[in-house]
Nanobody, 129 residues
Framework: QVQLVESGGGLVPAGGSLRLSCVASGRTFYTYYMGWFRQAPGKERAFVAGISRSTTVTSYADSVKGRFTISRDNAKNTVYLQMNSLKPEDTAVYYC??????????????????????WGQGTQVTVSS
């Protein structure tokens, strides 16, 4: 499994922006599809965005489409989540996740947490109204 470390969370006013980063250990980062999930107090962990191994395919939860962008730099073992036009309902702990199931090829990415085997410790994002 790969180890993941997130950074970039913080407190931001509504309408503001943040960029989360997640650095992965090891030399095989390119073999993992990557995702971001979030968990708000009292709620289940939910998919936010995902990116395929090939970097060419991305998917987003409906609630963040048009506002968030996921990207990855395989040379830096890093995946990013650019979050714009933040809303108070985006407040949550954000988790980076990696998966390596061979069920998914280089051009698709799952949205279920069960398909991701490695998780970071999470970073808090708080959006004030």
């Amino acid at each position: 499994q790969v180890q993941l470390v997130e950074s970039g969370g913080g407190l931001v006013p509504a309408g503001g922006s943040l960029r989360l980063s997640c650095v992965a250990s090891g030399r095989t980062f390119y073999t993992y599809y990557m995702g971001w999930f979030r968990q708000a107090p009292g709620k289940e962990r939910a998919f936010v965005a995902g990116i395929s191994r090939s970097t060419t395919v991305t998917s987003y939860a409906d609630s963040v489409k048009g506002r968030f962008t996921i990207s990855r730099d395989n040379a830096k073992n890093t995946v990013y989540l650019q979050m714009n036009s933040l809303k108070p309902e985006d407040t949550a702990v954000y988790y980076c996740a990696a998966g390596s199931s061979t069920y998914y090829n280089n051009y698709n990415v799952p949205m279920a947490a069960a398909d991701f085997g490695s998780w970071g410790q999470g970073t808090q994002v708080t959006v004030s109204s």
